[in-house]
């Protein structure tokens, strides 16, 4: 299996909003049973600090928070509705509180396995939702502070295509209805929108 080397940690100790776009393009891989599974990053969010009344660490730190207080660019994985676990990037440096959620991505090495996993879907309707992602690459509670700037644990993200502006768009966040303003409808969702018939590079 090949290994490429992954973000280093000046990558992620910069805003969360300059990483969330930046990620567009990056490649999250997966390592399960010594194959490797990847994706091009498509979708993200940025939670900002204590003072983002979105944003897990507006209660301070806690047990459950406690990793976005630590070194950037670690993985915070949270579970959700009952259900669900999501993936997250810490980010900015160490006692700040910040992260970036990955929301999508487009499958790409081990394409056979994540459809599999994902009961057949297609390939851009797989892993277009932060759930449908982690239920796809086998993340779950047991990433949650990983390093995500080392293979050793089975999960990095390392670099991708460069995804122009012009593919990007922003807004408001998803599934915060019940924050207050400024924040329910602050631009910090970014998600990139290639044109059709767009494959990444080593799709074959």
């Known amino acids: 299996m090949r290994l490429s080397a992954p973000l280093s940690p000046a990558f992620y100790t910069r805003p ?42 507006r209660a301070g730190r806690t047990p459950r ?66 759930a449908k992602l982690t239920l796809a690459l086998g993340i779950d509670g047991g990433q949650n502070g990983v390093d995500l700037c080392s293979p050793a644990e089975g999960l990095w993200i390392e670099a991708g295509p460069a995804l122009p502006d012009a593919w990007v768009q922003t807004g408001p966040r998803v599934g915060i209805h019940r924050v207050p303003e400024p924040w329910r409808s602050i631009p910090w969702r970014f998600l990139a929108r290639p044109p059709d018939g767009w494959v990444p590079p080593g799709v074959g």
């Open 16 to 57: 969360a909003t300059a990483v969330a776009r930046d990620l567009l393009g990056m490649r999250l891989v997966r390592c399960l049973d010594g194959r490797r599974l990847s994706g091009i990053i498509l979708e993200t969010e940025a939670y900002q600090g204590e003072e983002d009344l979105a944003c897990h660490a």
């Open 65 to 130: 928070t406690a990793v976005m207080y630590g070194p950037p660019g670690r993985a915070y994985v949270y579970f959700t509705y009952g259900m669900h676990w999501l993936l997250n990037c810490v980010v900015e440096p160490e006692g700040t509180p910040a992260a970036v959620l990955l929301r999508a991505i487009f499958p790409l090495e081990g394409r056979e396995e994540i459809l599999a996993r994902r009961a057949g879907q297609p390939a851009r309707a797989c892993c277009d939702g932060p």
